[in-house]
T-cell receptor, first 111, second 117 residues
Framework: LAKTTQPISMDSYEGQEVNITCSHNNIATNDYITWYQQFPSQGPRFIIQGYKTKVTNEVASLFIPADRKSSTLSLPRVSLSDTAVYYCLVGDGNAGNMLTFGGGTRLMVKP | GAGVSQSPSNKVTEKGKDVELRCDPISGHTALYWYRQSLGQGLEFLIYFQGNSAPDKSGLPSDRFSAERTGGSVSTLTIQRTQQEDSAVYLC???????????????FGPGTRLLVL
């Protein structure tokens, strides 16, 4: 089971780009990388998923280097409403792998 | 409904009492998951249902915890003889197929906040 390591917390200001890096040194060949976002008093919400290189959607971008031992979630021009906990998950097609959330990164966006 | 719903939203109970938490998954989703989240912590997997298959109960913390899913839809998580350490937010999620592939998005409900006094 691939273990992930993320910073416990980060601070930013409105309008800035935020990059949250997740380390997953023992990622397996079939593993995908997925990020979820959780607002206070809500369940987590899927943000983005990727396997290699770069993935972009309307919410964020995900950068994955060639060795795939880390990944970076990039949030462009954050606003106060982006204050949340961001979870990085790594796993493959086995149910046990996809069900493990770490402590996440608590992002605080300040005015 | 449009999303996963859970009830009650909040539950306060006394130590030793039994509680039942309900989850209504998104219509058509065959997979259903229960997680527990203690204050300021990440999510802890409890149990996973996929269609009519036997559930994966590997995450249940003790035999006081049980869950069932009737008709492949609504699920109930039951905690017997509640203890103070059971206080947490209990989250339910569903996904379309539940193949176990991480490619599949899990849709979470708002959770039930359980406080055991």
């Amino acid at each position: 089971l691939a273990k992930t390591t993320q910073p416990i917390s980060m601070d930013s200001y409105e309008g800035q780009e935020v990059n949250i890096t997740c380390s997953h040194n023992n990622i397996a060949t079939n593993d995908y990388i997925t990020w979820y976002q959780q607002f206070p008093s809500q369940g987590p919400r899927f943000i983005i998923q990727g396997y290699k290189t770069k993935v972009t959607n309307e919410v964020a971008s995900l950068f994955i280097p060639a060795d795939r031992k880390s990944s970076t979630l990039s949030l462009p021009r954050v606003s106060l409403s982006d204050t949340a906990v961001y979870y990085c998950l790594v796993g493959d097609g086995n149910a046990g792998n996809m069900l493990t959330f770490g402590g996440g990164t608590r992002l605080m966006v300040k005015p | 409904g449009a999303g996963v719903s859970q009830s009650p939203s909040n539950k306060v109970t006394e130590k030793g009492k039994d509680v039942e938490l309900r989850c209504d998954p998104i219509s058509g989703h065959t997979a259903l998951y229960w997680y527990r989240q203690s204050l300021g912590q990440g999510l802890e997997f409890l149990i996973y249902f996929q269609g009519n298959s036997a559930p994966d109960k590997s995450g249940l913390p003790s035999d006081r915890f049980s869950a069932e899913r009737t008709g492949g839809s609504v699920s109930t998580l039951t905690i017997q003889r509640t203890q103070q350490e059971d206080s947490a937010v209990y989250l339910c999620a569903s996904s379309l197929v539940g193949s176990g592939a991480l490619q599949e998005t899990q849709y979470f409900g708002p959770g039930t906040r359980l406080l055991v006094l």
